[in-house]
């Protein structure tokens, strides 16, 4: 009985009160499944592009009777990429509103009927001879990974500890990285990269799809959602013992109701009052340039390009679907690295030296691919310095935009500000994956250096004003705005000359005028 009463009291102790449990973890690689399915289908579409051309023409020529020009087929492949993000934009841009109406849970829960509709078009596509059924599969499973971009980093955000939830956050990435890994792995030419395997392929979005469908339904609802959304008190209370393991949930209801209390106080907000107040600007815009530094890095052009732009530098195609496998491989031991220095080191100085480690290497790329012609074993380095320019890419700019969104707003206009920034991530990738091929053709081994100019301004903005956010509460972040933006107005208010000659701002008169004192 003792022993009993004294593991309650260890179970119960401030340090035990947040540590990972598994119904935590369960619930974080449930919902990484949905992150599994967009880096899938990023990379999916990579390897067997040669193949997939060919059944385009094949199927044009069938119908028409004359094949379509070298031009068409690349326009149409690149549109078939890019209608990728299409979808993506829609649904990233509904992600916000479709979790407040359905909630986090059962927002992926459905979500999933998109995933499984996509699998069914793209995998009967080569059957049914319609290369327009393919492009049409890859609209639908933009739309279904757009809406999964923004709830499964929400809902990771929204069940995890302030603690833990950098560690956690990078589940989100860690999916990604996961799902682009096996579908190249998959998509080399001995597996199913080639002319029969490619339905099958592109059809096995659908697993994932299924195996969250099975899983959800064991994970419980955000308790935030629950408490501030709902107003289900109880509930939230019963979801928090499940992630915590322990009954003493005071200390998480405390600062949701704090949470609450802020949000009533700024009210809840819709896309237009989000980007019309003024509290809130500061926040936004740092997230909106952290979306557009993950996007337009240039890390797509190499995740989508990849093995033609290896095949650029001189490597046959089998060595370059090997080093695009290399590279898929590369983010998921890096994401691995990440997650504990994510709590220790701290968001911003990972992000930033993500960025400065990509910017080098950008240009050691564009180097060894212009010199390739006249040092032959450059052809080697330039691969060095893409798989290096990944490593940095996973070091931050991989995960740390879609965790310092959810961080950077309280409840009320999270869904709003999750929204824009994933409409914002979405099409910044559909103007990489439709513009990167002609900029290849136009460029040549130049075609990095866009990227690398954009790479120098996201540091010195990153640099300048993005803050850290680690081991904050939501709370605590808002709060830090707060006191930023009223500096700001103290710095900008007019200056007044008093009777004595001493200048002072408006808050000081304004004190002089009430007490009759001179400062």
Not at 49 to 74: A, C, H, L, Y
Not at 95 to 119: C, E, I, P, Q, S
Not at 259 to 288: D, N
Request: charged fraction near 15%; proline fraction near 5%; glycine fraction near 8%.
């Amino acid at each position: 009985m003792e022993k009993e009463e004294e593991d309650r009291r260890e179970l119960q102790h401030p340090r035990n009160l947040h540590r990972l449990t598994c119904r935590l973890l369960f619930a974080t690689l449930t919902a990484m499944l949905g992150s599994l399915q967009f880096g899938y289908n990023t990379g999916v579409i990579n390897a067997p592009q040669d193949v997939i051309k060919s059944f385009m023409n094949e199927t044009q020529q069938n119908r028409t009777g004359s094949p379509m020009t070298p031009r068409t087929i690349t326009l149409l492949w690149a549109f078939a990429v890019a209608i990728f993000a299409v979808g993506g934009m829609i649904g990233g841009f509904m992600a916000g509103m479709w979790a407040d109406r359905f909630g986090r849970k059962k927002g992926m829960l459905l979500n999933n009927v998109f995933g499984v509709l996509a699998a069914v078009l793209m995998g009967f596509s080569s059957l049914a001879t319609s290369y327009e059924m393919l492009i049409i599969g890859r609209l639908v499973v933009g739309f279904n990974c757009g809406l999964f971009t923004g709830l499964v980093p929400m809902y990771i955000s929204e069940v995890s500890p302030a603690i833990h939830r950098g560690a956690l956050g990078t589940g989100n990435q860690l999916g990604v990285v996961i799902g682009l890994l096996v579908a190249q792995v998959l998509g080399i030419q001995e597996v199913l990269g080639n002319k029969n395997g490619w339905p099958i392929l592109l059809g096995l979005t659908g697993i994932p799809a299924i195996l969250q469908v099975a899983f959800l339904p064991f994970c419980p609802e955000s308790p935030r959602y629950l408490l501030i959304t709902k107003q289900e008190e109880q509930e939230a209370r019963n979801s928090l013992v499940i992630l915590r393991g322990t009954t003493e949930v005071e200390d998480d209801i405390t600062e949701m109701l704090n949470e609450e209390k802020a949000q009533k106080e700024e009210a809840k907000m819709s896309i237009l009052q989000l980007l019309r107040s003024p509290l809130l600007r500061l926040p936004l815009v740092i997230s909106v340039v952290m979306q557009l530094s993950q996007q337009l890095s240039g890390i797509n052009a190499v995740f989508y390009y990849s093995t033609p732009l290896f095949e650029s530098s001189g490597l046959t195609y089998q060595t370059a679907s090997y080093a695009t496998i290399g590279v898929g491989a590369i983010m998921v031991i890096m994401t691995f690295v990440s997650i504990p220095l994510m709590d220790r080191a701290g968001r911003r100085i990972l992000h930033l030296v993500g960025l400065c480690g990509m910017f080098v290497f950008s240009i050691c790329l564009t180097v060894t691919m212009a010199l390739q012609h006249l040092v032959p074993w450059f052809n080697y380095v330039s691969v060095g310095c893409a798989l290096t320019y990944v490593v940095f890419f996973a070091i931050g700019p991989g995960s740390i935009p879609w965790l310092i969104m959810a961080e950077l707003f309280s409840q009320g206009p999270r869904p709003a500000a999750m929204s824009i920034a994933v409409l914002v991530n979405w099409s910044a990738n559909f103007v990489v994956g439709l513009g990167f091929p002609p900029m290849q053709e136009g460029l040549g081994e130049y075609s990095f250096i866009p990227f690398t100019v954009l790479l120098a301004l996201f540091c010195l903005f990153t640099f300048k004003f993005v803050p850290e956010t680690k081991n904050k509460t939501f709370e605590e972040i808002a709060s830090m705005f707060k006191r930023k933006r009223q500096e700001t107005q103290d710095l900008e208010m007019p200056v007044e000359k008093t009777s004595n000659g001493l200048a002072t701002n408006e808050s000081e008169t304004s004190l002089i005028h009430r007490t009759g004192t001179k400062l």
